[in-house]
C-alpha cells in the first residue's frame, strides 16, 4: 500500500531534549516537505526537498533541520526544542513539488513542555 | 503568494449533491488549483485540481470558471464519510511546491 509513514505518532517531551521524528515513502517520490498545524493558523511549510541531498527552507525553518540522505527518508530533527514548537506536524510526498498530488502523512503531535 | 476564499462551513444532506466554493481572484496563468480535505485525525488528502478546465476522478468533480478566478468542488453524492474540512489550494510562488493552506470550509453531512 502506498504511503506515507511518520513515527511517533505522540510524543511529549521537555524543552532542550533532542528528538527527531521520522518520515518515510514507499511510493519512490521525489519531493518531499514538513508543515506544522496550528489552531488559527492552517498548515505551514517548515522545510522542503525536491531531490537526495537537495533541502530548502519552507515559511517557517526556525528551530528545525532536516536531512535527505535517501530517497525515501526526510527526518525532522529538533535539536533543542521549546514550547512554541508544540504542534501537530505533518509529513507529505509527490513525484515532484510542481503541481502534483501530495501524499500526507498521518500526522505526529508533539508537545514541549 | 496568491490567496483563496471560502466558506467557514457548509452543511449538506446524506446522498446529496455538495457544492463547495472557492474564490481565487489573484490566481496567475500557470497556477493549478488543487483540492484538499482534511477528515478528523488523520492528514490532508488529494481530491483533485486542474488548470482550465472541468476536471471529475473517483472522489469529486472541479468546475472552474472561464476567467479562473473562482472554482467549485462537486460532491456528486455526499456520504457521512465526507465530512471533513475542505481545503482549495493555489501552489505558493518559486515552485517550492508548498501549499497554500487556509482556513478551509468544514463540511457537515446530516443523514
Known amino acids: 500500500e502506498a504511503q506515507v509513514t511518520q513515527n511517533p505518532r505522540y510524543l511529549i517531551t521537555v524543552t532542550g531534549k533532542k528528538l527527531t521524528v521520522t518520515c518515510s515513502q514507499n511510493?519512490?517520490?521525489?519531493?518531499m516537505s514538513w508543515y506544522r498545524q496550528d489552531p488559527g493558523l492552517g498548515l505551514r511549510q517548515i522545510y522542503y526537498?525536491?531531490?537526495?541531498?537537495?533541502?530548502d527552507k519552507g515559511d517557517v525553518p526556525e528551530g528545525y533541520k532536516v536531512s535527505r540522505k535517501e530517497k525515501r527518508n526526510f527526518p525532522l530533527i529538533l535539536e533543542s526544542p521549546s514550547p512554541n514548537q508544540t504542534s501537530l506536524y505533518f509529513c507529505?510526498?509527490?513525484?515532484?513539488?510542481?503541481?502534483?498530488?501530495?501524499?500526507f502523512g498521518d500526522g505526529t503531535r508533539l508537545s514541549i513542555l | 503568494d496568491a490567496k483563496t476564499t471560502q466558506p467557514n462551513s457548509m452543511e449538506s444532506n446524506e446522498e446529496e449533491p455538495v457544492h463547495l466554493p472557492c474564490n481565487h481572484s489573484?490566481?496567475?496563468?500557470?497556477?493549478?488549483i488543487h483540492w484538499y480535505r482534511q477528515l478528523p485525525s488523520q492528514g490532508p488528502e488529494y481530491v483533485i485540481h486542474?488548470?482550465?478546465s472541468n476536471v471529475n476522478n473517483r472522489m469529486a468533480s472541479l468546475a472552474i470558471a472561464e476567467d479562473r478566478k473562482s472554482s467549485t468542488l462537486i460532491l456528486h453524492r455526499a456520504t457521512l464519510r465526507d465530512a471533513a474540512v475542505y481545503y482549495c489550494?493555489?501552489?505558493?510562488?518559486?515552485?517550492?511546491?508548498?501549499?497554500?493552506f487556509g482556513q478551509g470550509t468544514t463540511l457537515q453531512v446530516k443523514p
Open positions: 486542474g488548470l482550465t
Open positions: 489573484t490566481i496567475s496563468g500557470t497556477d493549478y
Open positions: 507529505a510526498s509527490s513525484f515532484a513539488g510542481f503541481n502534483q498530488p501530495q501524499h
Open positions: 489550494i493555489l501552489p505558493g510562488s518559486g515552485n517550492t511546491g508548498k501549499l497554500i
Open positions: 526537498s525536491m531531490n537526495v541531498e537537495v533541502t
Open positions: 511510493m519512490n517520490h521525489e519531493y
